[in-house]
């Protein structure tokens, strides 16, 4: 029984390839008939006719062609246009970013401001040059003493005083009148190092000899 089935099976899928493959081969065929003009007359005379259409319009179109170049056609100037600006374009303006600005003020506010350092006042400059200068400041100072006579000279020598300053000093109170000659004499007597300090009383009219002795006197 098995068997049987088996066969009838085999033979229903044998007819049915067959059955499909007919189907196949005739559907194939009146497609290549439909497409090939040689095969399907039909096609094959329209094209011909529509081929001699064609060729009679070509001749048609080279016999026209020379009579239609023998004639002048006017020019016709092309209207010039001449391109309005795009209103988008010109209209468009750069956008403006707005810079973003540092709040700054608190940082003002909570950093102190270092005051500059105070110049000293300028009148106390002034003040320094208006001075009389005293005796210790500059060495040539002369203190006249309020018992001076017409007779005598009162100088004040400072202690760090050296014999051309000495000489400078009793060249301008006028007690002598020349000092290079009476520092010359000094240092012949050799007695640069031994000249006294301090108020010294000179007559008037000295010679160099009376005031050089005035000079090496000590006081008690």
Known sequence: MKSERTCIWFVGIGLGLVVSGSILLVTGIELIKQESPILNPEVSVAGAVATN????????????????????????????????PQVGQAEEV????????????????????????????????????????????????????ASQS????????????TASMISQLLYDTGVIDDVTAFRNFVIKQEKTTVLQKGNRVFPVDANYADILDVLLYKNE
């Open 53 to 84: 259409q064609v060729d009679e319009l070509l001749i048609q179109n080279s016999q026209t062609e020379p009579e239609q170049k023998d004639i002048e056609q006017p020019q016709v100037e092309e209207p010039i246009v001449e391109e309005e």
């Open 150 to 161: 017409a007779d005598t000279i009162t100088v004040f020598i400072p202690d760090d005083s």
């Open 94 to 145: 750069e956008e403006i970013v707005p810079l973003e600005v540092e709040d700054t003020t608190e940082v003002l506010e909570t950093t102190p401001v270092e005051q500059p350092e105070e110049v000293p006042v300028v009148e106390e400059a002034v003040k320094e040059t208006t001075e009389e200068p005293t005796t210790e400041e500059i060495p040539t100072q002369v203190e006249e003493t």
